[in-house]
């Protein structure tokens, strides 16, 4: 294969990804669902690979399905899924410019039929700050 061809999947590769992460958000907003909580969180740079760590095992810990996805050339640009039968969690780098620091947006879904129980929401959410709360320079706003 020639470096031309390998530079051609690549791109249609990322394009592909972006487009399935586009077209999710843009699910989510055209069916009016809102999340039912947002965190934006913000942290150096060079935490990006514990950010990504912390919400894996956050998944693993809590019984979540977890994808994490690079959709371009970027090491900071990280997407985060994460799912089960009552709750689901989207996480996507936001390209801020009023910060230096690496952002996240992050915004946890209801799953299903039943109403989410926001008391258990707020424990994801206390859970989430514990596991961060080490990173260098993070901030976190919680929009209710």
């Not at 977890?66 to 780098?93: C, E, F, N, S, Y």
Request: aromatic share 8%; proline share 5%.
């Amino acid at each position: 294969m020639t470096k031309w061809r390998k530079l051609v999947t690549v791109v249609i590769v990322c394009g592909l990804w972006s487009a399935i992460t586009m077209g999710y958000l843009a699910a989510a907003s055209a069916s009016g669902e809102l999340p039912v909580r947002a965190v934006k969180i913000t942290m150096a740079h060079e935490e990006h690979g514990q950010f990504v760590d912390q919400i894996s095992e956050l998944a693993a810990e809590n019984t979540f399905e977890v994808r994490v996805g690079q959709p371009l050339l970027d090491p900071t640009d990280i997407r985060i899924w994460m799912w089960r039968r009552d709750l689901k969690m989207l996480a996507v780098p936001i390209n801020d410019p009023n910060t230096l620091d690496l952002r996240y947006d992050i915004g946890i879904y209801a799953s299903g039929d039943q109403p989410l129980p926001m008391d258990l929401v707020d424990r994801f959410v206390e859970d989430l700050q514990d596991r961060l709360r080490h990173l260098d320079r993070v901030t976190f706003t919680i929009f209710k």
